[in-house]
C-alpha cells in the first residue's frame, strides 16, 4: 500500500499538483481574516474539498490517461491495497489541509498581536463539519470512480463538492452551540463510518471489475 | 513438478465474448506462444492470469497454486503489456523507482545492466523512447525482480521487423539458461516460428489447439491443387479450413502424413507455417469443410 502512495506522491511532484497547497494557502489566508458566516463556512469548506478535490482528481485522470488501472493491479499488491492507498491519500490531504488552515489562522493571530492559545486557535465545530464535508465527499465518490471511470465521474465529482459543501455550511446554522467536543467526536465517528463503509465498497467494486 | 502455469476450464463471459472453458499448461523453461486474430481472448485470458480481473469460472494455477490474490506468486512473474508502458511523462529512473517498492527482490545492478546492454539512457523521459524502446524499458523491468515467469502480451506489435528480431534474440538469450518460463502472446505469429517450444492457438475464446510447435509443423500441412480435385479434398473430411482462389484451392489439414501416404493426384502437399495455419482457420471456408466433416 505505502508503494502506492509513493507513486502518487512522485506524480504529483512531478506534475506540480503539490503547488496547489501553496496556493490553497495563499487562499486561505483572507478568507480566514473576514469573519463572517460565509467566510468562515462555505468559502473555508468549499476551498478545503476543492484542493482535496484537485489532488484525487489528479491522480485518477493520470491514472485514466496511462491505464494504470490494469497494469498496477498485475503488480504484486492486492485490490484492497489499492483501494486503501486511495483512502490514505485521501486521508493524508485532510491533515495536510487541517494543517494549512490552522497554520493560516495562528498567522492571522500574530498579525493582530493575538496570543496563540488551544481555543482561539481550535474550532471543534469547524474542524467537526470539515471532516463531515470531507468524509461525505469521499465516501461517494472513491466507489463511484472505481464503478464508473474517471471520465464518467469527473462531472459528478464537481456537482458532490458543491452539494456537500452546501449541506455542511446549512448543518453549521442549524446545530446550535456545536464548537464542542462531544460535537468533534460525534462527527469524527460519523465521518470514519462512512469511509469505512465506502471503503468496503469500492473494494467490492473493484474486484468485481473488468479492468 | 508441477508447471509454472496451469489454466483449468477458465471462463470468463462479457456483453459479447465468452472465454469458453480454456485449459493449457506451460512447463518450466519453456516459451509458449499464445496466438490468435485480434479479439480472440488473449488478452483477457492474460488478465486472468494476473488476477487483473475475476474469472468467472475455472481456475489458474502458477507454481502450482491458485492465482487469486497471491502476492507472493506475482513477485516471482514479470509482465509486459505491449501498450502500456507505465507513466510516460516520468524518466525511466523514476518510473524504475516506483516499480521497484511493488517487489521485495527488485536487483538495481540487474535493472541498470539491463538498461545498458538494450541501449536505454536511464534519464530519459518514457515518452521520449521510441516503441521499441518503451517495450525493452518494460522488459527490463520485468525482468530486474528476479521473475521466472514473464508474460508478454503483444510486445511486438507495431514494432519493425529489425527491432523485432532484437526482441526474439533477448528472449532466446532469456530462455537459454533454463530457469525463465515464457508466455508470449501475439498474433504476429513469424515471430513465434524461431523461439516458440510450444503453441497455444485461442479462436473466438476457445483453445484450438495448445501442443508443441515442433509436432505441430509436423503434423499440419496446406493442401493446395486446381478446382477439379477441391470436392474430393474436402470429402477426405480431413481438412480444417479452406481458401478458394480463382485458380484452385488451398486446404489445411492435421493430418498431413495421410495425404503423403495416399498420395491424391492433382495436389500439392507443402509444410505450413503457424501464420497459415492461422488464417486457414479463422478464414477457412466452413460452409465447404463443414458439410465434409459431418458426413464423418
Known amino acids: ?211 | 513438478m508441477d508447471p509454472v502455469l496451469q489454466l483449468i476450464n477458465l471462463e470468463k463471459t462479457y456483453d459479447n465474448f465468452k472465454l469458453d472453458k480454456i485449459s493449457f499448461k506451460l512447463e518450466r523453461g519453456y516459451i509458449m506462444g499464445f496466438i490468435g486474430p485480434n479479439g480472440a481472448g488473449k488478452t483477457t485470458t492474460i488478465k486472468l492470469i494476473l488476477d487483473v480481473i475475476k474469472p468467472d469460472g475455472g481456475q489458474v494455477l502458477l507454481f502450482g497454486e491458485p492465482s487469486t490474490n497471491a502476492i507472493d506468486i506475482k513477485e516471482r512473474i514479470g509482465f509486459v503489456f505491449g501498450d502500456n508502458a507505465f507513466y510516460e511523462f516520468l524518466s525511466a529512473k523514476e518510473m524504475a523507482e516506483i516499480i521497484a517498492r511493488f517487489y521485495k527482490q527488485w536487483d538495481w545492478n540487474l535493472f541498470h545492466k539491463y538498461m545498458r546492454d538494450f541501449g536505454l539512457n536511464i534519464k530519459q523521459k518514457i515518452d521520449s523512447y521510441s516503441k521499441g524502446m518503451k517495450v525493452k524499458f518494460l522488459l527490463a523491468c520485468a525482468l530486474s525482480h528476479h521473475a521466472e515467469l514473464l508474460i508478454l502480451d503483444e510486445p511486438t506489435s507495431g514494432l519493425d521487423p529489425v527491432f523485432r528480431s532484437e526482441l526474439m534474440e533477448i528472449f532466446q538469450h532469456l530462455i537459454a539458461a533454463g530457469e525463465k518460463t515464457i508466455l508470449f502472446s501475439t498474433h504476429i505469429t513469424s515471430d513465434l516460428e524461431n523461439i516458440a517450444d510450444y503453441i497455444t492457438f485461442i479462436n473466438q475464446g476457445k483453445i484450438v489447439f495448445s501442443t508443441e510447435k515442433d509436432t505441430l509443423l509436423e503434423q499440419y500441412a496446406l493442401i493446395k491443387g486446381g478446382s477439379q480435385v477441391r470436392e474430393k479434398i474436402v470429402n477426405t473430411g480431413k481438412i480444417q479450413g479452406l481458401l478458394n482462389s480463382k485458380v484452385g484451392f488451398s486446404a489445411l489439414t492435421n493430418e498431413r502424413n495421410w495425404f503423403i501416404k495416399n498420395q491424391i493426384p492433382g495436389i500439392l502437399i507443402e509444410r505450413a507455417s503457424l501464420e497459415e495455419i492461422m488464417v486457414h482457420y479463422i478464414r477457412g471456408d466452413k460452409e465447404n469443410v463443414q458439410p465434409a466433416l459431418q458426413r464423418l
Not at chain 1, 29 to 51: A, D, H, N, R
Not at chain 1, 82 to 111: E, M, S
Open chain 1, 1 to 211: 500500500m505505502f508503494s502506492l502512495l509513493y507513486r502518487d506522491f512522485k506524480i504529483l511532484k512531478k506534475t506540480w499538483t503539490f503547488y496547489f497547497g501553496l496556493l490553497y494557502f495563499l487562499f486561505l489566508l483572507p478568507v480566514t481574516q473576514k469573519g463572517s458566516f460565509f467566510t468562515q463556512t462555505y468559502l473555508q469548506y468549499f476551498l478545503f474539498i476543492y484542493f482535496s478535490y484537485l489532488i484525487f482528481a489528479y491522480l485518477t485522470a493520470y491514472d485514466y490517461k496511462y491505464n494504470a488501472l490494469t497494469f498496477i493491479p498485475a503488480l504484486p499488491i492486492t485490490k484492497k491495497d489499492i483501494v486503501a492507498a486511495r483512502y490514505l491519500l485521501a486521508g493524508i490531504t485532510f491533515l495536510l489541509c487541517l494543517t494549512l488552515q490552522h497554520i493560516a489562522k495562528a498567522i492571522i493571530l500574530l498579525k493582530d498581536n493575538q496570543a496563540i492559545i488551544f481555543n482561539q486557535l481550535v474550532n471543534y465545530a469547524h474542524i467537526g463539519m470539515i471532516f463531515i464535508a470531507f468524509s461525505l465527499f469521499f465516501s461517494i465518490i472513491i466507489p463511484l470512480y472505481y464503478k464508473l471511470d474517471y471520465q464518467a465521474t469527473r462531472w459528478v465529482m464537481y456537482i458532490a463538492m458543491l452539494l456537500t459543501v452546501a449541506v455542511t455550511g446549512m448543518l453549521t446554522g442549524i446545530i446550535p452551540n456545536p464548537n464542542q467536543p462531544w460535537f468533534l467526536l460525534t462527527a469524527l465517528g460519523t465521518g470514519l463510518f462512512l469511509l469505512l463503509f465506502s471503503f468496503r465498497f469500492s473494494v467490492r467494486i473493484l474486484e468485481n471489475k473488468n479492468l
